[in-house]
């Protein structure tokens, strides 16, 4: 009988063992988000975790129009998010991972940022790409002298 409890109470944690590392540890996805970073912060009660959000453009499936997606995540690295709290308002591409679950000294969110790939400029100008969307939007310009309010 004590033998069963053994094998039992074995079983029981080992079961716990690896449901807990496929939803804390084991990586579900990972990719590359683009986006102008909006904010860094350095926040939490008892785990002080770095967090930030990524404002993404495009169009939103069901809604009408042009709207902002947002991308929350949580980095890890203290030296990714430093370099990325002295680029708020810039364009950026972050690679990020994605886990089942969070854990509460690891971020708020269940994507964690652990790369920069790039930082740009925000663009505000009319460029030759734009100047061929002006002309879709108002035929008969070249896009030299017409702005249209929230194209870019």
């Known amino acids: 009988m004590k033998k069963i409890i053994r ?4 079983i029981a944690v080992l079961a716990l063992a690896i449901f807990c590392y496929f939803r804390f540890y084991f990586v579900f996805g990972e990719g590359v988000r683009s986006g102008e970073l909006n904010y860094v912060v350095h926040k939490g009660l008892i785990w002080k975790t770095y967090e930030g959000k990524l404002i993404q453009t495009g169009i939103k499936a069901h809604t009408t129009g042009v709207q902002s997606n947002t991308f929350d995540f949580s980095i890890v690295d203290e030296e990714i998010a430093q370099r990325l709290m ?3 308002g810039k364009v950026m591409d972050l690679h990020y991972k994605e886990y089942f679950g969070r854990l ?33 939007i108002a035929p008969g310009t070249d896009g030299s002298d017409t702005v249209i309010p929230g194209l870019y």
């Not at 094998?7 to 074995?10: A, G, M, Q």
Request: aromatic share 4%; glycine share 2%.
């Open 7 to 10: 094998i039992l109470i074995i």
């Open 86 to 88: 002295t680029e708020s």
């Open 104 to 136: 509460p000294w690891r971020g708020h969110t269940k994507y964690i940022v652990d790369d920069i790939l790039s930082i740009k400029e925000k663009n505000t100008t009319i460029d030759d790409q734009n100047i061929d969307v002006l002309s879709t």
